[in-house]
Every structure is written in C-alpha cells, then in structure tokens.
C-alpha cells in the first residue's frame, strides 16, 4: 500500500518543481503555465503534431506506382496494350472497385457522390480549414492508353502514401478525387463529373432526360452502376465556391514539348477551353452518274468546303493558341454512288483567349450560311453544344510548383494545356493548378501512349512537395 501512495503522489510532486523552476520564464510572456511548460518539454506548439519534413525525405514507390497502372488497365473492354473503360459498364465499376481499396489502404476515409465522384479524404490536424485537393480521372475512350487520367488518380494516393513516410502532417486536410467521365463517350459530355460539382445546373437538368446511343438514360445507368439510387436532382453534387483552398492535377503532357526538349515538369499556367459545333447541311441527294454537276445540290462538298474554312478561320486568329478540328464528318447515304443528301460535322475549337476564340466561332457560322446559299443546300441545324471559358492557373499554386520542382532539382518549363481537363471546372471553385510530366512522342489517347516510371515518379515528388506547401499555409 505504501508503495503504491507513495508512486501515485511523486509525479505531481516533480511536475510542481519543475513548475516553480521557471517562474520567469511563464511570466515573462503571461501565458498559461501548463501549455508553456508543454511546448518547452517537447519543442513543438500544443496544436501543432511534430514532425521533420524536408523534400529529401520523399521517397515515391515507383514499382508499385507501375504495378497499379499495370493492374487498372486490365479492367477494359478491349485487349492490351489498349484500354476502354467506358462510364458506368460492368470494367468501369470495377476500377472503380480497385480505386476506392487503394483509398482504403492508404489510410484515407472515402465517399462518393450520387454521380460516382470519389473523394478519399485525409483529414489534417486544422479541420476547420478548407481542403487541399487533387486527383483525376480513370475512365478511357475506346483503344486508348493506360496513363491518361490515372497517372493523375493512382500518383495523387503514392504521393499521400509518401508525405505519411516522409512523417509530414497536414494542416489542412488533403483531399483526392476520382472524377466521373472526363471522357464524352458515352452520352456526348465530357468532365461530366466535376462540371457538376462546379455547379452545372443545366446539366443537372439536362442529365434526367439524356439518354445514350443504346437509349439507355443517364440515370438508369448510374443506377446501374450504383449512383443516385434515391435521387434525381443531381443539384445535390454541386459544391460551393470556396469548398476547397487550392486544386493540382498531375496528368501526362499528351503532347512532344516536354519529351522534345527534354523538360521534366511542365507547370501549367492556363488551360485552353474548347467550343463544340455541331452542323448539318441537307441537299437533294441522287445517282452519282444521272445528275450533272451543273445541277447539283451536294450536302457533302458543302460539308467538305467548311470544314476547309474552319482551317482558314483559326490560322487568321493570328495566333498558334487557337486550333479548330473537324473530329466528326458523316455522309448520308454513304454509298460510293450516290450523291450525299445530308451532311453531319462536329467541330472543336480552342484557345486559351475565349474572346479570340468566339470570332472563329462566329465567322465559321457565316461561312456554313454563305457555303449553303451558294452551293443550294439547306443549313438544318448549326448548333454550339459547350462554349467553356478558359481558365488560368492560380499564381500562388504556380509559385508552389515552381518552388516544390526546384527543391527536387527538376528542370520545369511553363506551357499551356491545350488538352482541357476536370482542373479547368475546378478552376470555377477553387484556385488551381496543373503539374505535366512528359510522355513518349506526346501520344495519348491511342494504346502507344506511354510516361517511364522515372518521369511518373518525377510527377509524384513533386504533386506531393506542392500538397505539402499548400496544406501548410
């Protein structure tokens, strides 16, 4: 008994010592004597967990990193190398499936929204304070490649899993999301996913009665696949403005400079925006040896003559931001003899300065109703399907890309995204930024797009140095 009264009596006894040891110390600052004495038996600030982290203290598992690559592109439906992963089919939900496990290994918490975005949260020890966020896509167009989107998915949790080795804690809590359908396969929308959080409310709309080529709606395939099971007001994924304190994506370049000028990182500073067209010209149509040339009325030489003028349009912008692509041309009937009756384009056209881009708009709009007047055909339908702005990297996340590549000795260049991503809706409710890393002769979207785990592991240093210095702040 002794001993025991004796022990539990000696710690306040010794704790009182050391208390009245340093009056002038407690006093001289007048704070409260038991947190003083805290912060000067450990060293660190009571609200703040220690820790020594330094950018030499990041080791990225790059092995495994490819491992994971390797093992997510399997989840396709068409053979390797190629990947197709198309939203919300039986290998899309799987992926999914692989994803939200690697969430949950790495020790993050995960949650998903009625539309499939999936977030895998690490709360930092500020809660109160606005999130960091990165992340990207894994869905895939048809024969496509295994690192567009993914590097940007699977590289965001290595680079959570090498700030816990490196011992880093985060103030702000560090946020990854997996956005749903960057890629516009299967109902014609592209970022559907964070174009929704950023607040599309005619998309919400827009998405209850949209259907795809099998006629199957929006919302019976989420249903499918496990989304909006109670809900058909999409509005519910919005999120507010502000709801996060800075946003980087890592994503391959999809483009030669880096490769080409042997750059390791390219930090984006703008994010070019595209408009979508669609234009359908309809004429008379007949035997391709009766009808004289004279008296034609040939939808697709209509159809040919514009998509000529949308080169002619975007080369006189005068600058090489601006690009125009006719992606989509159909004739109809389609047969060798048989003059075309109807013509169908889609056309996309981009640049990072949306009132330049708009003037190409609106003269390949001219040039389709001059075309169809001369050539006798009818302009049916001359439809702007999105007309996104662009949006421009935030400068305090530039400084922490540019700051976190030179504290890794990593050579960095500053370029545009002339590919846009989930970063540019982002961009609508949060500052943002973008890390590229190189990939072999700028391929994407075909089964040779390829980054070497030197160049992935490059990206993930430095997306994890940028998270650390944006969660600190």
């Given amino acids: 008994m002794s001993l025991r009264f004796s022990y539990s009596h000696s710690l306040p006894l010794v704790f009182l010592f050391f208390l009245c040891s340093t009056p002038s110390i407690l006093t001289q600052h007048n704070e409260d004597p038991t947190t003083k004495t ?11 967990p220690p820790h020594h982290f330094t950018s030499n203290s990041l080791s990225v598992d790059a092995q495994t990193l490819q491992k994971q690559i390797d093992e997510l592109s399997a989840f396709s439906d068409t053979p390797a190398p190629s990947v197709t992963r198309i939203l919300y089919t039986d290998k899309d939900v799987l992926a999914r499936r692989y994803i939200k496990n690697l969430l949950g290994v790495a020790g993050l918490s995960v949650r998903e929204d009625a539309v499939g975005n999936i977030f895998g949260r690490w709360d930092g020890y500020k809660t109160e304070l606005t999130a ?16 567009d989107g993914v590097v940007g998915v699977l590289g965001a949790i290595e680079a959570i899993k090498a700030l816990k080795r490196s ?10 999301i997996l956005f749903t359908s960057e890629e516009p396969t299967r109902f014609g929308i592209s970022c559907l996913g964070s174009r929704l959080l950023a607040g599309g409310i005619a998309l ?56 080409e000028e042997g750059v390791s990182i390219g930090i984006v500073t703008a994010i070019a925006a595209p408009a979508s067209i669609k234009v359908d010209f309809e004429g008379n149509g007949g035997h391709a040896g009766a009808v004289l040339m004279p008296n034609r009325n040939d939808a697709g030489l209509a159809a040919a003559e514009l998509a000529l003028a ?16 006719v992606g989509i041309l159909e004739l109809h009937p389609g047969a060798i003899n048989s003059i075309p009756s109807k013509s169908h384009l889609e056309i ?65 260049k500053f370029m545009i995204s002339r590919a846009y991503h989930d970063s ?44 650390a210095k944006l969660s600190s702040r």
């Fill in 204 to 259: 919400a709309k827009a998405l209850k009665t949209t259907v795809d080529g099998q006629n199957i709606s929006f919302l019976d395939a989420a249903r499918s696949a496990g989304y909006a099971r109670h809900e058909d007001d999409l509005s519910i994924v919005f999120l507010k403005e502000g709801s996060y304190s800075a946003f980087v994506e890592l994503h391959i370049e999809q483009g030669p400079t880096l490769e």
């Fill in 132 to 147: 960091v966020a990165t992340g990207s896509h894994i869905d895939a167009i048809p024969y496509s490649g295994k690192y």
């Fill in 38 to 48: 805290m912060q000067d038996f450990s060293g660190y600030p009571v609200d703040e």
């Fill in 424 to 467: 540019l809706f982002m961009a609508r409710i949060s500052p943002m930024g973008m890390i590229f890393i190189p990939c072999y002769k700028g391929y994407s979207h075909k089964p040779e797009e390829y980054a070497s785990t030197q160049d992935i592991a490059n990206g993930v240093k430095v997306l994890a140095l940028t998270l």
């Fill in 348 to 412: 996309d056209t981009r640049d990072i300065d949306e009132k330049r881009r708009n003037v190409v708009i609106e003269k390949i709009q001219q040039s389709a109703i001059s075309i169809a007047s001369k050539r006798k055909v009818n302009l049916s339908e001359f439809k702007i399907i999105n007309q996104d702005p662009p949006a421009l990297s935030d400068k305090s996340i530039i400084e922490a890309m540019e700051a976190a590549s030179k504290e890794l000795n990593l050579t960095q």
């Fill in 167 to 176: 011992g880093f804690k985060p103030k702000r809590s560090l946020e990854i």
């Fill in 310 to 325: 949308v080169e002619k349009h975007v080369l006189e912008s005068g600058s090489v931001d601006t690009v125009g692509t």
